[in-house]
């Protein structure tokens, strides 16, 4: 099944983590562009910040602030074709950060750079909870022949509290919360598989024992080469993720039942999120070719913990 969407913003420096606003604007992270960005209904493109390094995921939060996973930088390959590709850990990196931006006058400050004396290492991706805090995943850093063991996080907006929840977890990316709250969802990029997690208090997760790596339960794992990167859930309950190389938009039932696959034109097919009338609008980013799309989805997203994403 193809998706079939239609550009609304293209020439974008590998776009990620769209959130869908009440006026019809789009905000994304260009990771390349170390910025974040508003793409109009029309289609025009205004910077809301240079944050520099490589903004990555990004919620709005209860207070109406933007938060953006910085995941300190790539360095990038770009082949014949155009299209753009990260590579590894940028020459310049030095830690990963969770930032906080005013979308009105773009004044960015350092929320988090580590937790318990422990230096964030690549931030990816975003969630508020009914509470008003957020959890997000950290992927770590690959640089010559390491790679850094990735963790979640849950933390306050006001600088209170950062908490490790899950450690080691295997390059997590996308997270994402069930409709009732009670469940956490994370993907892992490098195994193509997705973690579920009961939520039993705040910023606290149950623990499955060995033989689970994580203490999550596991419930897909895909076969063959590709890739999972962020996810969003559906208001009914279903998780639909992004997937690399293979090319589109997986979609799980909340038991873990492969519902449908809908393929997208390129091999980074990196972010989807929901909006518009009645949540029934995918905006879905072609990171590679630096495009940002909306795809008329046949289900209603679920409305997000935030007060500017389009809910009517």
Sequence with gaps: MQLKGRDLATGLAFPEGPIALADGSIIVVE??????????????????????GGPNGAAIGPDGKC???NNGGFSWHKDDRN??????????????????????TGIVSVLYD??????????????????GGFWFTDLGKT??????????????TDGSLIREVIFPIMTPNGIGLSPDGRTLYVTETETSRIWSF?????????????PSPNGGKLL????GYQRFDSLAVEAGGNICVATLVRAGISVFSPSGDLVEFREAPEVFCTNICFGG?????????LSGTGRLIAVDWPRAGLPLNDLLTAHP
């Design 198 to 210: 009961a939520i039993t208090g705040e910023g606290q997760v149950e623990k499955l024992p060995w």
């Design 31 to 52: 990771i390349a562009g170390g910025r974040l960005t508003r793409v109009s209904p029309s289609g025009k493109k205004h910077s809301i910040a240079e944050l520099g």
């Design 67 to 69: 938060y953006v996973c």
């Design 220 to 223: 897909h794992g895909l076969p």
């Design 277 to 285: 009338e009645g949540m029934r609008t995918a905006f879905i980013t």
């Design 143 to 156: 640089y010559g022949r390491l790679m850094d063991r990735g963790a979640v996080y849950y933390a306050r």
């Design 114 to 131: 580590s937790c318990d004396g422990i230096p964030l290492k690549g931030p990816n991706d975003i969630v508020f909870d009914a509470a």
């Design 83 to 104: 299209f753009l590709r990260p590579t590894g850990r940028a020459e310049d990196y030095t830690t990963g950060r969770i930032e906080q931006v005013d979308i009105e």
